[in-house]
């Protein structure tokens, strides 16, 4: 019985981690693997390196019964699973896949794969990295025909993790039609929602094109704020009622897109096929070109108050997550924007409660920022600034709004 196996999950970040914690709690033994040394030593001492609801006491359960145990190598088991991160190299051009850390992983536990072994790969990817696991497996030494090779993109948001790991459907795709069953089967032990089952290239292409769906919606809002912002027209409000159409469904606007997920996967599928993916590229661009937008706004209102106070002023940036009330600032607009102002040469502050420091900027409480600071952006929609009190001090102070926490404001910024 699979209840019976050792889990060997590969990467304790912010899927890793929570899917090792949660399949412990399903009486799995669950060895993890991490080259950080230090998130390693927390987790063994039942503590967590990442803020995730709900997550702390999944893995202080799963630590003090025994059934989690962190390694900085890997180790044996039965079923492998890789969650390590798959960026993109910058650089002229289209940006393109990098899979160096998924191959990386896969390297390092052939030497355990053995025969009837499940390897996992849950790393959102190209399509085709889940044969080039196999291959790899292959090179070096496994019989990948004895071996159920298979991906299963996670689907969850920060947030509501550990709810959404157990209750959202899953796609599994398998190099062949055992690997599928069989990988299927172990979901099934853990997992509430539906277990679909595919080949390994469509359960790839269907992470990039739900990301890729969300990118683009969020690039028509983002372009509809742009052309409201100039015709001075409240493009929150203007999207509440234009979704009142029943078949309507309009994202929001921001600052950007950020994350792994949505700001990184639809590259993955233009550098694929870039004669093809045009919607999708220029949705990317779209997006982009919003956070250069937002900081041109910036900019103008920081000319404007030096001008009123014949002094430098001081740029409060409320928001450096990439989304609401998390601590994640990977591929963050908000970061992007605060750090390209600090670099050319601005003063400026960060209201950031989700993380305890930075190493570029000054920190500041709410109440600071606002009685400090000549030009205020918001720039994350957390739970922290929709507090009435605060808004109406934001109002007050003509904070630039870029993630409608003052919707109902007649200026907002875009």
Same mark, same amino acid.
């Given at each position: 019985?699979?209840?019976?196996?050792?889990?060997?999950?590969?990467?304790?970040?912010?899927?890793?981690?929570?899917?090792?914690?949660?399949?412990?709690?399903?009486?799995?033994?669950?060895?993890?693997?991490?080259?950080?040394?230090?998130?390693?030593?927390?987790?063994?001492?039942?503590?967590?390196?990442?803020?995730?609801?709900?997550?702390?006491?999944?893995?202080?359960?799963?630590?003090?019964?025994?059934?989690?145990?962190?390694?900085?190598?890997?180790?044996?088991?039965?079923?492998?699973?890789?969650?390590?991160?798959?960026?993109?190299?910058?650089?002229?051009?289209?940006?393109?896949?990098?899979?160096?850390?998924?191959?990386?992983?896969?390297?390092?536990?052939?030497?355990?794969?053995?025969?009837?072994?499940?390897?996992?790969?849950?790393?959102?990817?190209?399509?085709?990295?889940?044969?080039?696991?196999?291959?790899?497996?292959?090179?070096?030494?496994?019989?990948?025909?004895?071996?159920?090779?298979?991906?299963?993109?996670?689907?969850?948001?920060?947030?509501?993790?550990?709810?959404?790991?157990?209750?959202?459907?899953?796609?599994?795709?398998?190099?062949?039609?055992?690997?599928?069953?069989?990988?299927?089967?172990?979901?099934?032990?853990?997992?509430?929602?539906?277990?679909?089952?595919?080949?390994?290239?469509?359960?790839?292409?269907?992470?990039?094109?739900?990301?890729?769906?969300?990118?683009?919606?969020?690039?028509?809002?983002?372009?509809?704020?742009?052309?409201?912002?100039?015709?001075?027209?409240?493009?929150?409000?203007?999207?509440?009622?234009?979704?009142?159409? +029943?078949?309507?469904? @309009?994202?929001?606007?921001?600052?950007?897109? #950020?994350?792994?997920? /949505? *700001? $990184?996967? !639809?590259?993955?599928?233009?550098?694929?096929?870039?004669?093809?993916?045009?919607?999708?590229?220029?949705?990317?661009?779209?997006?982009?070109?919003?956070?250069?937008?937002?900081?041109?706004?910036?900019?103008?209102?920081?000319?404007?108050?030096?001008?009123?106070?014949?002094?430098?002023?001081?740029?409060?940036?409320?928001?450096?997550?990439?989304?609401?009330?998390?601590?994640?600032?990977?591929?963050? +607009?908000?970061?992007? @924007?605060?750090?390209?102002?600090?670099?050319? #040469?601005?003063?400026? /502050? *960060? $209201?950031? !409660?989700?993380?305890?420091?930075?190493?570029?900027?000054?920190?500041?409480?709410?109440?600071?920022?606002?009685?400090?600071?000549?030009?205020?952006?918001?720039?994350?929609?957390?739970?922290?600034?929709?507090?009435?009190?605060?808004?109406?001090?934001?109002?007050?102070?003509?904070?630039?709004?870029?993630?409608?926490?003052?919707?109902?404001?007649?200026?907002?910024?875009?």
């Amino acid at each position: 019985m699979l209840r019976k196996k050792t889990v060997c999950v590969v990467g304790l970040g912010y899927i890793g981690l929570p899917t090792a914690a949660l399949l412990a709690s399903s009486n799995y033994d669950v060895v993890g693997v991490d080259l950080n040394a230090d998130a390693v030593h927390t987790i063994n001492q039942g503590r967590i390196h990442i803020v995730e609801p709900d997550l702390d006491a999944f893995v202080r359960s799963a630590v003090a019964s025994g059934r989690l145990k962190a390694f900085t190598t890997p180790q044996p088991g039965d079923v492998y699973m890789i969650c390590v991160p798959t960026p993109f190299h910058e650089g002229e051009g289209i940006p393109q896949p990098n899979i160096d850390y998924v191959l990386a992983a896969t390297r390092s536990i052939a030497g355990f794969v053995k025969p009837g072994d499940l390897v996992i790969l849950e790393s959102t990817s190209p399509v085709g990295t889940t044969q080039h696991m196999a291959d790899v497996l292959s090179e070096a030494g496994v019989d990948v025909s004895t071996v159920h090779i298979a991906y299963c993109p996670e689907r969850v948001l920060p947030g509501k993790i550990m709810s959404e790991l157990v209750e959202n459907d899953r796609v599994i795709g398998g190099l062949t039609a055992e690997a599928t069953a069989t990988v299927a089967g172990f979901y099934r032990t853990f997992v509430h929602g539906q277990v679909l089952e595919t080949d390994a290239k469509t359960a790839e292409m269907c992470k990039l094109t739900e990301n890729s769906f969300r990118d683009v919606n969020i690039a028509f809002a983002n372009e509809l704020s742009l052309i409201c912002a100039k015709e001075g027209i409240n493009v929150w409000q203007l999207i509440q009622l234009a979704n009142r159409h +029943p078949r309507v469904n @309009i994202l929001q606007p921001g600052a950007g897109v #950020g994350g792994h997920c /949505i *700001a $990184v996967d !639809p590259w993955f599928i233009v550098a694929r096929d870039p004669e093809n993916a045009r919607l999708i590229r220029t949705a990317r661009e779209v997006n982009n070109a919003k956070t250069a937008w937002a900081i041109d706004q910036m900019k103008i209102a920081a000319a404007d108050a030096n001008a009123r106070t014949g002094r430098k002023a001081k740029i409060a940036c409320f928001g450096l997550a990439f989304k609401p009330d998390i601590d994640d600032l990977r591929e963050s +607009p908000a970061l992007s @924007i605060a750090e390209a102002l600090f670099d050319q #040469g601005y003063d400026v /502050i *960060a $209201v950031e !409660p989700n993380i305890e420091s930075h190493g570029k900027f000054e920190l500041a409480e709410v109440d600071e920022a606002i009685a400090t600071a000549d030009v205020i952006a918001v720039l994350v929609k957390h739970r922290q600034f929709t507090d009435s009190k605060v808004k109406a001090a934001l109002a007050q102070a003509n904070a630039l709004d870029f993630c409608g926490v003052l919707a109902e404001q007649a200026r907002p910024a875009a």
